[in-house]
């Protein structure tokens, strides 16, 4: 018999199973993951970017906005 694997939700920090049976994990519920999303849409967490990422960006030839559209 396998153990069951819990951590804690990165939202409300209660157990939440980390079982394929748990579709909102690592979330404990689908309010804690709806939660997140929200912080991330409001920009409260951010991936940082280093300037190596920045001169990989700079170097990439970008497309006007007209031309993404058609």
Do not use: Y
């Amino acid at each position: 018999m396998t153990a069951h694997k819990t951590a804690a939700c990165p939202q409300c920090r209660q157990p939440s199973s980390l079982e394929k049976s748990n579709r909102f994990r690592p979330f404990c519920s689908e309010r804690c993951k709806l939660l997140d999303l929200g912080e991330w849409f409001a920009e409260k967490h951010s991936i940082p970017v280093s300037e190596s990422d920045s001169e990989i960006e700079d170097a990439v030839p970008r497309t006007q906005d007209s031309d993404r559209l058609q």
